[in-house]
């Protein structure tokens, strides 16, 4: 009765939630909707498979439902583009989702047919769940309601590398087969890691949403998952470890889940209160000359490097500070899927832990866990690369730490079973990438030891936290297990009456409990990767002072997430079940300063999109709304090709540097053109020349005086159209406008308010 009770408040909930949505989302709320019911559905048909991996959770990972849902919907409709089965349309899209279903459905009648209890009981044990699937539901619902909201006062996709991100979307929305041609490098296809992009213009199609309104929704939809998933996480984690301890307590888990969600979405790095509050404090306190200094909320991504300035400049960037710039990126996007990695690996040693050593080999590598950990590795080298590697080690350690446990340190038996699951995970996963990385080019080039270093002070201000409270933490651990259950004459060789080797490391292994070893795993591996840029560095075009901040930047992103899931965990597990008042007091000491990285959100916040308890300010999520205020003649050609010209034909527009207001055609219709943006061109085709070549292509298309060399040009470069407005003015002062008009008739004609012509010049043929 108490279950149904709460399944009835949550619907309620949800109700009021959707009818407030109406109001705060205005003309996008049936875009909204439309998105929701689709990661919905994706997430119902996905849940025979979740609820088999899950089992053991308490909400049989209903919340994972929609990031593996999407991820392998969207991986078949992209496969069968690749192979060229299928095209990339709306229709073939549905198809892809019923296949997903109806496999799905052939697993629940396998699931059945192999159960001796039958499907009642499998959809009895799921109705069990249903609380809390619905509560998990709502939690996703707001929260994604309030992220859409705060983004609709500032939706434009514009600025930093949002025109590249949108380009993705609007480009391959006009392919037809995978890999999708390069808007910005016509006649080639793209050299990047487009998957996350990919999904996004997947659930475009598939949701009947206009790409303008898709583009942000799918990355207010990651920020919600962003925060729901750790929840999901963290809460089974503690739950387990209350079981396993026979201690009671209701309302553990959801606050754990919570500061766990808050950790990974919403919090900043220590860098927020240090120079906002403690270095304004230390001045007054000390009688200084007050600061010069005005806290922008970038400054806690562009530390190291910058204050004070020196020539090793790097990138420390986390999710909150993503989620409100806007960027849909492959790091973004990835965040998904690098949480629902972490949430199987605990749901796989839970599980291992349990039934013990009565698996067969073959077991330990068809075990459908394994399997769906080696989909996502492999489908990271697709979505973004630096993924791969860093999750094939966590899930490496995670396994290898179980199989010690499991295998009761016996050598051998631990070495060759992590050592085949090693292989396999690889072989899967290149198998999943296999026909992507077949028209891939490698980006980076050679891993290089590290000559500059973070100064230790800087190092303290941004993970000195995380460090202090994981390595606290396992000390915490090691000294009760020593103190209080620690007993060396136990452990011995069974039946042989010899002391082990490393008695306490196995004890220690031992007596952890899969929560605890779980926690401290994350912990170490996200620590490492704090370290590792301190070694070594990925060397690619980025070279001088910037040289190592890629590396910096994705290593300690995801190390961010790690140490997210593990503060949410150890602190109120501390609190709570520590022990001592000395560790309730290390507890509240964290949980403080942790509360005051979480203002780094408010002021983020408010100093990018206003002041969002304004409803005036709403502009709705249109990312294209700002070309009509900035660029409006332009986007009236624009609007032309949008609703004139199919396919992919090229449209000639001037090039320009990254980040810039260039590619702007490209960007907004999708099509390719002779080149877009230099540095990230030279990026991705790992050649520079190439790239100055191309420069000095277009600029003799605009500036020529030989008509028979501008014909010949744009023959050879396939051009069906070329544009010309004030950006290609600035650009080429000696552009021959006479000539241009004398290569094809002008489709299109716009008068400025300046008085000067943007027109679009149609090629003869």
């Known amino acids: 009765m108490k279950r149904i009770i709460k399944c009835v408040i949550y619907l309620l909930l949800m109700a009021g939630a ?5 109001f705060m989302l205005q003309e996008d709320y049936l875009s909204f909707i439309k998105w929701w019911l689709t ?8 849940m025979p498979l979740t609820t088999w991996i899950f089992a053991g959770f308490h909400d049989k990972g209903y919340l994972f439902s929609k990031a593996i849902g999407l991820a392998a919907g969207g991986y078949l409709m992209w496969l069968m583009a690749s192979l060229h089965l299928m095209k990339f349309n709306t229709l073939n899209c549905m198809i892809s989702v019923t296949i997903c279903l109806l496999l799905n459905l052939m697993l629940l009648y396998r699931r059945k047919k192999n159960s001796r209890s039958g499907l009642g009981d499998i959809l009895h044990n799921l109705a069990d769940s249903l609380d809390a699937m619905l509560g998990e539901e709502l939690f996703f619902l707001i929260l994604f309601l309030i992220f859409v909201y705060i983004r609709g006062f500032k939706p434009e996709a514009y600025g930093t590398e949002k025109f590249m991100d949108y380009g993705f979307m609007t480009s391959m929305l006009r392919s037809e087969y995978m890999p999708p041609q390069d808007f910005w490098y016509s006649g080639t296809s793209l050299n990047y890691y487009y ?10 199609r598939i949701s009947f949403v206009k790409v303008s309104v898709a583009y942000n929704l799918m990355l207010m939809m990651v920020g919600a998952l962003a925060a729901t998933l750790p929840y999901s996480i963290v809460y089974n984690v503690i739950l387990q470890y209350i079981k396993d301890t026979g201690k009671k307590s209701r309302l553990l888990p959801p606050a754990c889940g919570i500061l766990a969600g808050i950790a990974v979405c919403i919090a900043g790095n220590m860098h927020y209160p240090t120079y906002k509050w403690f270095e304004p404090l230390v001045r007054r306190f000390f009688g200084m000359e007050k600061g010069t200094y005005k806290y922008w909320f970038p400054d806690a991504t562009r530390f190291i490097g910058y204050h004070p300035e020196t020539n090793d400049k790097t990138i420390h960037e986390f999710p909150c500070y993503s989620f409100v710039l806007g960027d849909l990126h492959a790091h973004v996007v990835n965040i998904m899927f690098v949480l629902t990695v972490v949430g199987i690996l605990f749901a796989w040693m839970v599980t291992r832990r349990n039934e013990g050593r009565k698996y067969t080999l073959a077991r330990e590598l068809l075990n459908p866990s394994i399997i769906l950990i080696s989909f996502f590795i492999g489908f990271f080298r697709m979505s973004n690369y630096w993924d791969f590697p860093i999750y094939y080690v966590v899930s490496g350690a995670v396994i290898l730490f179980t199989n010690l446990v499991v295998y009761n340190f016996r050598g051998k038996a631990i070495l060759t079973v992590t050592a085949l699951q090693g292989i396999f995970v690889m072989g899967i996963s290149v198998i999943v990438s296999l026909p992507f990385m077949l028209s891939f080019d490698k980006i980076a080039t050679n891993i290089c030891l590290t000559e500059a270093h973070t100064p230790l002070n800087q190092l303290i201000i941004l ?5 202090f409270i994981i390595f606290s933490y396992i000390c915490f651990m090691i000294t009760d297990i020593i103190k209080n259950r620690y007993q060396p004459a136990r452990i011995m060789e069974a039946g042989k009456g010899k002391p082990v080797k490393f008695p306490l490391i196995r004890r220690i292994f031992s007596e952890l409990t899969p929560s605890d070893l779980f926690i401290i795993t994350l912990g170490l591996c996200a620590a490492g990767l704090v370290l590792l840029p301190e070694l070594v560095y990925i060397e690619d075009i980025y070279s001088g002072d910037y040289k190592r901040a890629n590396t910096m930047f994705k290593l ?5 997430i790690l140490f997210g899931i593990c503060i949410g965990y150890i602190l109120l597990r501390l609190m709570v079940y520590g022990g001592s008042w000395k560790r309730i007091r290390y507890s509240l000491a964290g949980l403080v300063l942790f509360a005051m990285t979480v203002c780094y959100a408010q002021n983020a916040v408010g100093a990018w999109y206003g002041n969002i308890f304004k409803p005036v300010g709403y502009r709705g999520l249109d990312a294209t709304v700002f070309m009509y205020e900035k660029m409006p003649e332009d986007m009236a050609a624009i609007d032309w090709l949008n609703a004139n010209v199919s396919g992919m034909p090229v449209v000639l527009e001037a090039n320009g540097n990254s980040y810039t207001d260039y590619q702007r055609v490209s960007v907004m219709t999708g099509l390719p053109t002779i080149l877009g943006w230099r540095t990230h061109e030279w990026l991705w085709k790992s ?6 070549f191309r420069e000095a292509i277009v600029e003799k298309i605009y500036c020529s ?4 060399e501008v014909r010949s040009l744009l023959k050879e470069y396939d051009v069906s159209y070329i544009f010309v407005g004030n950006l290609e003015r600035e650009k080429f002062p000696f552009i021959n406008e006479d000539l241009i008009k004398r290569l094809g008739r002008k489709v299109y004609s716009g008068i400025g308010t300046d008085g000067k012509e943007t027109y679009i010049i149609e090629l003869d043929k």
């Open 18 to 22: 959707l009818i407030a949505g109406k």
């Open 39 to 46: 990661i919905l559905y994706l997430g119902i048909i996905f």
């Open 195 to 204: 998957m996350g992009q990919f999904l996004a213009t997947f659930m475009t």
């Open 463 to 467: 993970w000195g936290l995380p460090y």
């Open 556 to 560: 300690t992103y995801q190390a961010f």
């Open 687 to 692: 050649d520079e020349e190439k790239v100055k």
């Open 705 to 708: 005086t030989d008509e028979d």
